[in-house]
């Protein structure tokens, strides 16, 4: 049954930011955000109008849009996002763009992306290098079986580096020992069990498990960095997102285990969001 209700008015009476209510009456509708405008005073649906108002009252509870809409694009790829992954962010797009310079002379390179969630990073840089050889590994199964859905759906099936190698593991564990990588990169759990944060925000909603360590943050990435050097080939580099106000403790941990040109990037917000070194050798 049609009613009264048109585009426009649903978005002047919606009480969430503009964006937000665009994004996700676009999505029920199936329309392009351009057919807002040029469809503005169409009569909708009852049907129409009732689900978008569900969205947007689970939106104003404080449910990630992301999740409602089940995507969320992370370097120009849309990626399929579930309450089983973390939601892809902007500042981690630092993390993929590092990695692919540190690639930059290399003939098909070998990369690892450790707790790949969505596999945004993983297939990120397999779609900019179609001939790197990416492995993306995650200890949860709900995760990887995203990822799979993400790697299947934005990579081309014929990209000279092969398929993405998706393994349940955690961390290393499940690799086969004899391979070695040119280039480790991951996004793990950093936020210190009791951070405030935790309880804010879309981060109620994300699995806890991708965001803390239950410890003081750094568990994780010790263990990262712990087992890097024998996981990387001679001159390898390992690049770890972490906290706002980590990246001298995550320093510490990369020289105190040997590696050389240690450093830590800025993101646009001028954070130093990520750090690393090489291997020597």
Request: glycine share 8%; charged share 20%; net charge negative.
């Amino acid at each position: 049954m049609t009613t009264s209700a048109t585009p426009a008015a649903l978005m002047r009476t919606s009480p969430l930011p503009p964006l937000e209510a665009r994004i996700l009456l676009t999505h029920v509708l199936g329309w392009r955000p351009t057919q807002l405008i040029t469809r503005s005073d169409e009569p909708l649906q009852a049907e129409v109008v009732e689900r978008y108002r569900a969205l947007e009252a689970r939106r104003a509870a404080g449910e990630p849009v992301a999740q409602l809409v089940g995507a969320r694009e992370f370097f120009g790829l849309n990626f399929e996002v579930t309450p089983h992954v973390l939601i892809p962010r902007p500042e981690t797009e630092l993390l993929v763009e590092t990695a692919l310079a540190a690639l930059e002379n290399l003939a098909r390179p070998r990369v690892l992306d450790l707790g790949t969630g969505t596999g945004a990073i993983a297939v990120a840089i397999a779609s900019m290098r179609p001939d790197a050889q990416v492995w993306a590994l995650d200890r949860s199964a709900e995760a990887l079986a995203v990822a799979t859905r993400n790697a299947a759906r934005l990579l081309d099936a014929k990209r000279p580096g092969g398929a993405v190698v998706l393994t349940q593991s955690d961390w290393y564990g499940s690799l086969d020992a004899a391979l070695r990588f040119h280039v480790i990169v991951s996004n793990p759990p950093y936020i210190a069990s009791g951070d405030p944060h935790l309880a804010q925000g879309d981060l109620r909603f994300e699995p806890r498990g991708a965001l803390t360590d239950e410890a003081d943050g750094l568990s994780a990435i010790r263990a990262i960095i712990a087992g890097a050097p024998t996981r990387l080939a001679a001159g390898g580099v390992v690049w770890i997102e972490h906290g706002y106000d980590q990246a001298e403790a995550v320093r510490e941990l990369l020289t105190a285990q040997g590696f050389m040109q240690v450093r830590s990037e800025r993101d646009l917000a001028g954070i130093e969001r990520i750090s690393g070194g090489r291997l020597g050798g």
